[in-house]
């Protein structure tokens, strides 16, 4: 008896019958096709209705078919796989169609001379103008709250992983999670209520940072705590063991094995606040003229920009055009700082290499 | 240069556990002294006593008397950094900073505690990388990162790492149990090696390596589980394999134990 009519007798167990690999886009195409077509019967109109059924039909389609022909186990396997990509583009098409409607609406009007002017002598429905005096308030309160919160936070977050123990820990650790709960807008009214209302401040870039400082402090310190006690105690004991003291320990071989992670963090705090709106607009007013001073008179800052061009724009083409464009500017800005520390974590992070 | 240790009535506590229970021992200069017992009856713990680091872990406390030579480590106004600069450690998995390239691992003691000169850290880099065997596979190299090592060529940088800074006392835990046995020879030469110049104390779970490097040995044990580990005999080496005076040495030993 030969080989081949042995095989034939005993089936394998290990090969089974499979679908082809085109399958999964062939029940994706079938199920667009026939979400489309059952929509225009019921004469639905919404994409979203079409995609809905297009989904679900996608889902149970892909069940079927695969249970029919791989068996139970397989099937499910390729449910869970197509729910994933399922909720992958249900998550992934607003993303991408805000960030395709904002270049296409921003580019109008997003030039040099854009970004180098300010809207001093321009009336809002009238087109011409910038940005240069809002990008310049953005910098200046994001930048005056970075230099607070995160010597604050780091050294916030050094203490609480290398020093803290007991009930002071505890309390800080509380207050911080606190904190991270507060809406931007109450921020903006208890800086409000005590700079300018009881100590008689008038509205200024400064008075805009403490608020982004008391919404960035709690991320900073989150981040920096997590990435810290990623640190191994094996490193921290290696270097005491050498006799080095231990704030040297913490400079010289905790933080930077840390860095990477806290710069990341940092940035995506940053991010987070430079687009804040709520306290901008209680603290520092808004301007339509350049003032470079943060620490007096109302300043301009991106996003109440966004919010004003659009407020103020009594139906004007020019003002929303103006509006898109700064949108641009702004998420630009965020791409940017992510990229940069996403940059930097790669280029920091500790080296396994040969 | 090497100096004498001289413990007495030492106990160690994590908390309110003790983990180690009246220890006392002397080790001499220039020798080596393994330590053997079975998992859990304190080894670590008493090694670590030795240069303050067990004050490190939270709730670590320790009573008793440490000398080094004359003075008391766990004397008034005693500074644990400057014990620790003494007394160095090598630990039982290769820690280098992955931050830093080898060159920079090896000089770690000394640049974070102040000598900056670079031509004097030059040569206290090759004198430790030769010290530790480690200098012809890696002077081509130095400022590649120390963690693209091999474990065993990791472990002798730590080794490097500690004898850098020059202490009088060199303390390892079980510093080849990562190691294969080509490597373990290598760390188990340079222990020969290094002790011209340092006292040493290692603890050990392999017999033979206890047998091959150790001038003296000394056997820990714990009555039960939760129990305080203690010192039951410390005595010459080759007596301690031979003729142990303790039944319970000769059951451990002989793998009689339990
Ligand atoms: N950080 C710690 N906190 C609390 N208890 C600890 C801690 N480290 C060790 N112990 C306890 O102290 C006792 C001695 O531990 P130790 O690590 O010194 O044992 P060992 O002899 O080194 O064991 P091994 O041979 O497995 O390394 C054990 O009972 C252990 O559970
Ligand atoms: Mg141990």
């Known amino acids: 008896m030969s080989n081949a009519t042995l095989s034939q007798k005993r089936p394998s167990t290990l090969r089974a019958a499979s679908l082809p690999k085109w399958f999964g886009w062939a029940v994706a195409a079938g199920s667009v096709a026939l979400g489309l077509g059952i929509s225009t019967v019921a004469g639905l109109d919404s994409s979203i209705q079409w995609a809905l059924i297009a989904g679900l039909l996608f889902i149970v389609g892909t069940f079927g078919i695969a249970a029919r022909v791989e068996g139970k186990r397989q099937a499910k396997d390729r449910v869970a796989t197509s729910l994933v990509w399922v909720a992958f583009l249900f998550a992934v098409i607003p993303l991408a169609s805000l960030v395709y409607e904002t270049v296409k609406r921003g580019v109008k009007v997003l030039d040099g001379y854009f970004l180098s002017h300010s809207m001093g002598v321009v009336a809002t429905s009238e087109p011409g103008g910038g940005i240069y005096h809002a990008i310049l308030g953005t910098l200046e309160q994001v930048g005056l709250a970075a230099a607070i919160s995160v010597p604050v936070g780091v050294l916030t977050a050094i203490y609480l992983v290398e020093y803290g123990r007991g009930n002071l820990a505890k309390a800080v650790t509380f207050f911080v999670d606190v904190m991270t709960g507060i809406p931007s807008i109450v921020a903006g009214l208890f800086v409000l209520s005590t700079w300018i209302l009881v100590l008689g401040m008038g509205p200024s870039g400064f008075a805009g940072a403490m608020a982004l400082t008391i919404l960035m402090l709690p991320v900073v310190v989150r981040s920096t705590e997590e990435m810290l006690k990623l640190v191994p105690n094996e490193l921290r004991e290696a270097s005491l063991a050498l006799g080095v003291p231990k704030w040297r320990t913490i400079l010289k071989v905790v933080l930077p094995t840390a860095i990477g992670g806290i710069t990341t963090g940092v940035m995506l705090a940053v991010a987070r606040i430079a687009g804040e709106t709520a306290p901008v607009l209680l603290l520092v007013w808004g301007s339509n003229y350049i003032n470079a001073n943060p620490f007096a008179d109302p300043q301009a800052s991106l996003p109440m920009y966004i919010y004003l061009q659009f407020q103020q724009s009594g139906g004007s083409g020019a ?36 | 240069m090497a100096k004498r240790i001289d413990v007495s009535g030492l106990n160690a506590y994590y908390s309110s556990f003790r983990a180690i229970e009246d220890i006392s021992m002397t080790v001499e200069p220039r020798t080596v002294t ?142 080849c149990s990562a190691l294969d046995p080509i490597s373990t020879l290598a760390i188990e030469d340079l222990i020969g090696e290094l002790k011209e110049r340092f006292t040493i104390v290692i603890v050990t779970h392999n017999m033979q390596q206890a047998a091959r490097v150790s001038d003296r040995t000394a056997f820990f044990n714990l009555a039960a589980v939760g129990q305080p580990g203690k010192l039951i005999e410390i005595d010459d080496t080759a007596r301690i394999f031979s003729n142990p005076s303790v039944q319970a040495t000769e059951d451990y030993i002989s793998g009689r134990f339990g």
Not at chain 2, 47 to 66: A, C, D, I, P, Q
């Open chain 1, 319 to 354: 003002a929303y055009d103006r509006a898109w464009a700064a949108s641009l500017t702004l998420i630009a800005f965020i791409m940017i700082l992510n990229l940069a520390a996403r940059g930097i974590a790669h280029w920091k992070a500790p080296k396994s290499g040969r």
């Open chain 2, 34 to 175: 393994a330590f053997i017992g079975p998992s859990g009856c304190g080894k670590s713990t008493f090694l670590r006593t030795l240069n303050r680091m067990h004050e490190v872990t939270s709730g670590g406390r320790v009573e008793g008397k440490v000398m080094l030579d004359d003075e008391d480590l766990y004397g008034p106004g005693v500074d644990p950094v400057s014990v620790r600069r003494e007394v160095g450690m090598v630990f039982q998995r290769p820690n280098p900073f992955p931050t830093m390239s080898i060159y920079d691992n090896v000089a770690a003691g000394l640049k974070l505690v102040g000598t900056k000169k670079k031509s004097e850290l030059d040569d206290v880099v090759e004198k430790s990388l030769k010290g530790a065997n480690l200098w012809n596979e890696v002077k081509d190299r130095l400022n590649k990162p120390g963690s693209g090592l091999s474990g065993g060529q990791q472990q002798r940088l730590c080794i490097a790492r500690a004898i850098a800074v020059e202490p009088k006392v060199l303390l390892m835990d079980e510093p």
